[in-house]
């Protein structure tokens, strides 16, 4: 009986594990994007307020999103491609709109010396992660053996969905303390200790601009593919035959050069894309603006 338990764990694992590795890019935005949440907080209210936002997460992976995905699964599977397409057109947009902040044309949110309301941060933070975790909990879905049991499949969504958020998380609270671990080695009696500490803390800024673009470019390969795989299951399939014609033609390169073409014109379908929808949003946002004082 302990063997088939050991088995059945073995096969749920394993599973998880290798529907998680295509949520990779997804994870480091959540990642990277979640800091955020927590800049101009009391150190003292850091770790708190991520724990919140961490189990927020648990409950929309848990209570929301993979109850949702196994109904659609078992009454009406052909709708995951559509939402995938939808979830994939959004990371584009989200990638598009911070490749436009990098050259100052997007639309930058102004900072407030102000305290900030934990409440309303965590609520903020849990509604993004929603959206974050329906595309890890979608993608892992889609990964997944189609021959699995349906309890086989909850069990490795569910192994998924903690995986995922103590990964995520567990990022999030090391990086929001590493600056307040080199403050305190810039304290340490040891002249190298304290030099190490500094250097800690003016490395941190830099750390973060690099995870931010890393999340960034991870949203439109992310995206980018999801858009191209799906809408080749519902609507056109050529803009994915380009790419398998691509790939196919420098097959001889190696598997590493193949995943590298395959990743860069991802991201580059998941740009253009997403920069179109940008214009679209910025379009339809201008006309309701104008039409603000007719309404009035």
């Known amino acids: 009986m302990s063997v088939g338990l050991l088995a059945v764990v073995d096969d749920i694992l394993s599973a998880a594990m290798r529907a998680s590795a295509k949520t990779a890019g997804v994870v480091i935005d959540d990642a990277a994007v979640t ?7 009391t150190p003292a209210r850091e770790l708190p307020v991520v724990w919140k936002i961490a189990l927020g997460s648990i409950i929309n992976k848990y209570v929301i999103i ?5 109904l659609l699964t078992a009454f009406a599977p052909w709708v995951l491609p559509y ?3 939808i979830g994939g057109c959004f990371l584009c947009f989200e990638g598009a709109e911070k490749v436009l902040e990098w050259f100052g044309a997007g639309h930058g949110e102004h900072e ?3 305290p900030r309301d934990e409440k309303k941060l965590v609520l903020g933070a849990v ?4 959206i974050l975790s329906t595309e890890i909990m979608l993608i892992a879905l889609s990964s997944l053996d189609p021959g699995l049991s349906i309890w086989m499949t909850l069990a490795s969504l569910l192994v998924i969905g903690l995986a995922m958020t103590l990964v ?67 609507f056109w399939a050529g803009p994915y035959e380009l790419v398998h014609l691509v790939t196919h033609a420098i097959e001889a ?31 339809v946002q201008r006309v309701a603006r104008r039409g603000e004082p007719a309404a009035h």
């Open 253 to 283: 390169a190696g598997p590493v050069i193949v995943w590298i073409v395959e990743t860069a014109m991802s991201a580059i379908f998941g740009l253009v894309l997403g920069l179109i929808i940008v214009g679209i949003v910025t379009g």
């Open 66 to 70: 993979i109850p949702i995905a196994l």
């Open 83 to 85: 939402l995938l397409i």
């Open 127 to 130: 509604r993004t992660d929603l």
């Open 35 to 41: 800091p955020q949440y927590v800049q101009g907080l």
């Open 112 to 114: 407030s010396d102000e």
């Open 168 to 234: 995520v998380y567990g990022a999030v609270a090391l990086l929001v303390k590493v600056d307040d671990i080199g403050l305190r080695f810039m304290k340490s009696p040891s002249r190298g200790v304290r030099r190490f500490g500094v250097r800690v803390v003016a490395s941190m800024p830099a750390v973060f601009r690099v995870i931010s673009v890393i999340g960034t470019v991870a949203m439109l390969w992310v995206g980018g593919h999801l858009v191209l795989q799906n809408l080749e299951e519902t």
